[in-house]
């Protein structure tokens, strides 16, 4: 989570769709920009200290450039609203990244991409890079299914369409006809060793996805996900809690309507943050003791269930105290 700072130029930006744009971003004369694989994204520093991530569209193999793909949040906290609204060609942005918590599986026989709405831009990089030339003899399939609320929705639909893609690539429209609609059951229903699953959007899609795969026992392994935002509220019956430096021996009181990054860094604790939903794993913290009450997105099961690590910026405390790495 170290990586320095890059400093780009917004070279484009267009309308992919009435509520999604299209950023794309290259490095200032005399600087080149770092490699990234498929299901990266980048950290945008946008003004008034907002720090938010959004998938890179484009395939590794375009070095030349990064282009992001970003939704106008109709609930948005600032940074989705700045990039619709504030960013313009010609300026420059502070970025870091790229980062990827959403890998290709290198062994996969076949990948199965899942799409819901602006996931699929995350999806469509692993799609352009799986159909490259390089791949070709890679013996891995694959296949893409689109699903969104209509066609206008929809965005990217001609790269889509285009020669290398168009045969693999499957479109779900909610206000099409019956028989075109993604039926995940019948998708899902029959897992096979080498097949690897990997989906990306909206919360209930992501969670719908799963449940349908787990349902049908894929198993985990095979299962790859990415949420773009996740709900985080405070919950009956949550109480306050101790949270213990290790490394200082200093001890924060964490209030039942105050989250645990907001306590750290009110008693001047050095925590990094960026998306606040526990989604993007930037304030990941090391747990010496205690219980967790893991409320993120970010975390697989068997982490949550290891207790090692949690999210301050969404989750609690089961203990009285948690003993932190810090």
């Known amino acids: 989570m170290n990586e320095p700072l890059l400093t780009l130029r917004v070279a484009r930006k267009q309308a992919a769709t009435e509520r999604i744009c299209t950023l794309e971003l290259e490095a200032l004369p005399g600087q080149t920009l770092p490699p990234f694989s498929p299901g990266a994204h980048l950290e945008l520093h946008l003004a008034e200290g907002l720090v938010r991530q959004y998938s890179l569209v484009n395939a590794p193999a375009e070095s030349q450039l990064y282009r992001l793909g970003v939704l106008l949040d109709p609930q948005s ?3 989705s609203r700045a990039v619709h609204e504030a960013v313009q060609p010609g300026q420059t942005l502070q970025v870091r990244g790229p980062r990827n918590h959403f890998e290709l599986a290198p062994a996969a026989r076949h990948h199965l991409l899942l799409a ?3 996931g699929i831009t995350p999806l469509l990089s692993m799609a352009q890079h799986l159909a490259s030339p390089a791949q070709q003899g890679s013996g891995a399939s694959f296949s893409l299914h689109y699903a969104a609320r209509s066609r206008a929705q929809a965005a990217y639909l001609e790269r889509l369409a285009e020669p290398d893609l168009a045969a693999q690539v499957h479109h779900h429209f909610d206000d099409g006809p019956p028989e075109q609609r993604l039926d995940l059951g019948a998708l899902l229903a029959q897992p096979e ?3 690897h699953v990997y989906v990306c959007g909206p919360q209930g899609f992501i969670e719908a996805t799963l449940a349908a795969a787990r349902g049908a026992r894929w198993p985990e392994e095979q299962l790859h996900y990415e949420y773009f935002g996740a709900s985080v509220q405070a ?12 490394r200082s021996g200093k001890t924060v009181w964490v209030a039942p309507d105050c989250s645990a990054a907001d306590a750290l860094t009110e008693a001047g604790v050095p925590l990094m943050t960026a998306c606040l939903q526990g989604v993007c794993g930037t304030c990941l913290t090391p747990v010496l003791a205690g219980q967790p009450d893991h409320r993120d997105a970010y975390l697989s099961a068997e982490e949550k269930a290891a207790n090692q690590q949690f999210l301050p910026c969404c989750s609690r405390s089961l203990s009285a105290r948690l003993v932190l790495d810090l």
């Open 193 to 195: 060793p080498g097949n």
């Open 235 to 246: 919950q009956a019956g949550d109480t306050g809690f101790e949270i213990e430096l290790a």
């Open 116 to 118: 819901g709405g602006i």
């Open 77 to 79: 906290r600032g940074g």
